[in-house]
């Protein structure tokens, strides 16, 4: 082999050679920005799907649970949302009762009535003086007598039980002392006077709540 042919063999080589280079640079490129997409799309994912993951352990476990766990993996997502408030009375009490009671004094009878800026009749007075203290009451006196324990007699009852008289048809608050407070008839405005109607007609003694303070 002569010595141009050589040389040009060298630089034939030395072209190869380049090329190879340029081409492995090239892949290295290609995958390093592969690589980067993939992780950007990670994390992109994982910032969207933060949110929903957080309020879906939020529902199943409670907000404080939920805190927690997050808390544990590093999460920076917040969480929305607050405790369940308890319903149903739980704190309220015979003197409550009394006190709640007491605040409509002046409201006129309306039969079938439940709104004290309009008037109220019997069973709508006594459900909504239980409803201010956040426990529930049937609206009518059939239903309203079921509820709560009997007391056994007038002798025995406390301030907040309810009187109810005449097998069903009219229902009061007692207030203890011998005195009671209701909405008595059309024509009259929620009062206080003696416990025991007219004929004595005392049919049921419930307690709904605790007798007393708190």
Same mark, same amino acid.
């Given at each position: ?58 529902? #199943? ?24 408030? #308890? ?7 015979? =003197?409550?009762? %009394?006190? #709640? #009671? ?15 800026? %309009? ?9 909504? %003086? ?54 008595? %008839? ?7 006077? =003696? ?20």
């Amino acid at each position: 082999m002569s010595m141009v042919e050589a040389l040009g063999r060298i630089q034939s080589i030395e072209a190869s050679l380049q090329q190879l280079a340029e081409r492995s640079s090239a892949a290295a490129s290609s995958a390093a920005a592969a690589s980067a997409s993939s992780a950007s799309s990670s994390s992109l994912a994982a910032s969207a799907g933060a949110a929903p993951f957080a309020a879906a352990l939020s529902s #199943a476990m409670g907000t404080s649970g939920a805190a927690s766990v997050l808390s544990a993996v590093g999460s920076t997502t917040p969480i929305q949302g607050s405790a369940a408030t #308890a319903t149903g009375g739980g704190g309220a009490t015979g =003197d409550a009762v %009394v006190a #709640a #009671a007491r605040k409509y004094i002046g409201v006129p009878y309306v039969w079938g009535g439940t709104n004290p800026s %309009v008037g109220m009749d019997c069973s709508g007075f006594v459900q909504r %003086v239980f409803k201010d203290l956040g426990v529930e009451l049937p609206r009518v006196v059939s239903d309203q007598m079921q509820k709560g324990t009997p007391v056994a007699s007038l002798a025995e009852a406390k301030p907040g039980d309810l009187l109810v008289s005449y097998g069903g048809e009219h229902i009061s608050i007692y207030l203890g002392n011998g005195k009671a407070i209701d909405a008595p %008839v059309p024509g009259q405005t929620i009062q206080i006077r =003696d416990a025991w109607e007219k004929y004595s007609n005392l049919t049921s003694i419930r307690r709904i709540v605790p007798a007393g303070g708190a």
